[in-house]
């Protein structure tokens, strides 16, 4: 089944703890990407990548880093987290160049930092 | 940079009836696509509906169809039959023809009442 998959599902955590929320698809995708949802903000992209070693920031970037070292998968690593982190986040992929015009969302993180 | 607006926070229907949610739209672009995309309660982000810009045809989905003004860059969602499993978040999404990522609007909350 082609899935785009992101661990944890739940995640509360402290302010200033390291965390990493992984994604993974199966589906041989090159570009990825992580949002952010906040209420009445809709969702806003934190970074891309359009494949491997090969990253981008997105619109709101600051407090996030990404790798992708892997083809499948493209980890969002939060080295300092702070409470206005505190959101719902999604994971992506779809193909290149974007003519197969559907983006494969994962299932949503929800992160809460106190 | 593109931006979509969804002036509706919330909107409610009764079982069986008819509704419309908004969605308006900013670019420069002459080709792109736009989306709209159901979140329910289970936080799944579910693709309803796409619009190719350089389409006429108003795209249509069983009992959702879109109401596509390229001109007056609007690009409403039309859900006939409500249903109660159609009650959910609903974003508005816009792509480039050649790119990748998705700007969405803040979301329209649909209420359906029994």
């Known amino acids: 089944e082609a899935q785009v998959t992101q661990n944890p599902r739940y995640l509360i955590t402290v302010t200033g703890k390291k965390l990493t929320v992984t994604c993974s698809q199966n589906m041989n995708h090159e570009y990825m990407s992580w949002y952010r949802q906040d209420p009445g903000l809709g969702l806003r992209q934190i970074y891309y990548?359009?494949?491997?070693?090969?990253?981008d920031k997105g619109d709101v970037p600051e407090g996030y880093k990404v790798s992708r070292k892997e083809k499948r998968n493209f980890p969002l690593i939060l080295e300092s987290p702070s409470p206005n982190q505190t959101s719902l986040y999604f994971c992506?992929?779809?193909?290149?160049?974007?003519?197969?015009?559907?983006?494969?969302f994962g299932p949503g993180t929800r992160l809460t930092v106190l | 940079a593109q931006t979509v607006t969804q002036s509706q926070p919330e909107m409610s229907v009764q079982e069986a009836e008819t509704v419309t949610l908004s969605c308006t739209y900013d670019?420069?672009?002459?080709?792109?696509?736009l989306f709209w995309y159901k979140q329910p309660p289970s936080r799944q982000m579910i693709l309803v509906i796409r619009?190719?810009?350089?389409?006429?045809q108003n795209a249509t989905e069983n009992r959702f169809s879109v109401n596509f003004q390229k001109a007056a860059k609007s690009f409403s969602l039309k859900i006939s039959d409500s249903q109660l499993g159609d009650a959910a978040m609903y974003f508005c999404a816009y792509r480039s023809w050649n790119g990748n990522k998705l700007v969405f609007g803040a979301g329209t909350i649909l209420r359906v009442k029994s």
């Open positions: 992506a992929s779809s193909w290149l160049p974007s003519q197969e015009d559907t983006q494969y």
């Open positions: 990548s359009m494949n491997v070693e090969v990253t």
């Open positions: 619009q190719e810009a350089y389409k006429q």
């Open positions: 670019t420069s672009e002459s080709d792109y696509y």
